[in-house]
């Protein structure tokens, strides 16, 4: 019973190229966001965004941009990717308030 | 902003010990906090969480204690088995904010 699914479980990209991230949640969840994933740094926020249409910059947001065209999907874009953007990307979705927080597998992204 | 610290960043246990693990925040607003479970390669999940007006709360055998005066919480859990291990992740946020912060996790080690 997922409810918050990646489209990539693994990624290999070059560098410079233009890189897309999926994320679909099937509970009407107003909010999504996007994080980071690396060793010893936790998890570290990107882009969210608490409704279609509006994003807003998380801590990291450098080199990165989003689009929320559906209630659904969320996507991250990585305009060129850089080897330093080699990281597990973890894509969650919640109810206002942070309730019902819930986590999609994951993209483990490396960039050569 | 809200600033979550986690302790210890590593903590290893036999089987059969009790383990916990403490966070501390520092908006007095704050009045949700959740405990997720991330297995290795897997995804982050809720195990247990503790609204601002209980100060326990139990499941089994893991349980969260929260001191709002001191702004600080912890997860416990007994008779750790090996299925245990895992990175435990901490976070808090408040009533109209959908983000909340996390703690930079800690690898439980369980050792049979």
């Known amino acids: 019973d997922v409810k918050v699914t990646q489209s990539s479980r693994y990624l290999v990209k070059r560098t410079g190229e233009k890189v897309f991230l999926e994320c679909v949640q099937d509970?009407?969840?107003?909010?999504m966001f996007w994080y980071r994933q690396d060793p010893g740094l936790g998890l570290r926020l990107i882009y969210f965004?608490?409704?279609?249409?509006?994003?807003e910059k998380g801590d990291i947001p450098e080199g990165y941009s989003v689009s929320r065209e559906k209630k659904e999907r969320f996507s991250l874009i990585l305009e060129s990717a850089s080897t330093n953007q080699t990281s597990m990307y973890l894509c969650?979705?919640?109810?206002?308030?942070?309730?019902?927080?819930?986590f999609g597998s994951g993209t483990r992204l490396t960039v050569v | 902003g809200e600033n979550v610290e986690q302790h210890p960043s590593t903590l290893s246990v036999q089987e059969g010990d009790s383990a916990v693990i403490k966070c501390t925040y520092s908006?007095?607003?704050?009045?949700?906090f959740p405990w997720y479970k991330q297995e290795l390669g897997k995804r982050p999940q809720l195990i247990i969480d503790?609204?601002?007006?209980?100060g326990e709360k139990k499941d089994q055998r893991i349980a969260v204690t929260l001191n709002k005066t001191a702004k600080h919480f912890s997860l416990h859990i007994t008779e750790t088995q090996p299925e245990d291990s895992a990175v435990y992740f901490c976070?808090?946020?408040?009533?109209?904010?959908?983000?909340?912060?996390f703690g930079r996790g800690t690898s439980l080690i369980v050792h049979p």
């Open positions: 969650a979705s919640s109810l206002t308030g942070g309730y019902g927080y819930t």
């Open positions: 509970m009407d969840h107003e909010n």
């Open positions: 965004s608490y409704d279609v249409k509006m994003k």
């Open positions: 908006d007095s607003a704050s009045n949700y």
């Open positions: 503790i609204r601002s007006n209980v």
């Open positions: 976070a808090a946020s408040k009533g109209g904010s959908y983000i909340p912060t």
